[in-house]
């Protein structure tokens, strides 16, 4: 398969095929490293419905693009399969900690998580747009995958739950408006 791992490309970054699915790339599965667009390609076993993992580790992980920034804090993200997508972004990582293997379904999980509009396309094909609302929805998803860091089990039940405790207040609250009358 062919994918790419993105918030922002991501390049160094270890993919993986997570066949015991506990959430990391360990030795014995196939694991791949992103280039400088983000773009990987990595044997998968045909048919597997296993969770892709790409961990984005600090001194070996950097900022595609422009400025080339080393990662500051590790981190993974994941999508719950090939058969999914298998580009590798913040809002695949929501789907595939929503342990929902109807898609529709997960996706709209997220939605209704982050208090995205119905229409909010979940499973991209790129990097956002620089300064677009999706961009700093991924932008607020990873400041809570970095924030929860190496404790966050991506396979473990109730994962969704933690991740969602550490997203920016100013995604997940609703703003409350008051109206005064004389």
Excluded: H, W
């Excluded at 080393?70 to 590798?88: C, G, K, L, Q």
């Excluded at 509009?117 to 094909?125: Q, R, V």
């Excluded at 607020?140 to 995958?145: K, R």
């Amino acid at each position: 398969i062919q994918g790419r791992v993105f918030d922002g490309y991501i390049e160094g970054a270890i993919v993986c095929i997570d066949q015991n699915q506990n959430g990391r790339c360990d030795e014995n599965e196939p694991r791949a490293r992103s280039d400088a667009n983000g773009a990987y390609q990595l044997a998968i076993p045909k048919g597997s419905t296993a969770p892709l993992v790409a961990e984005v580790l600090t001194g070996q992980s950097r900022e595609g693009g422009q400025s080339g920034a080393s990662v500051d804090v590790s981190y993974r993200m994941a999508s719950p399969s090939a058969e999914y997508s298998t580009n590798i972004t913040p809002f695949s990582t929501l789907v595939n900690l929503s342990a929902e293997t109807n898609y529709p379904l997960a996706e709209e999980m997220v939605r209704n998580l982050l208090g995205l509009p119905p229409k909010f396309i979940i499973n991209i094909d790129s990097p956002a747009a620089p300064g677009s609302y999706t961009q700093a929805v991924a932008a607020s998803i990873v400041t809570a995958l970095k924030a929860t860091g190496a404790t966050l089990d991506l396979s473990a039940p109730g994962a969704l739950d933690k991740l969602a405790a550490a997203l920016p207040r100013t995604l997940t609250d609703l703003p409350v408006f008051t109206i005064s009358t004389k």
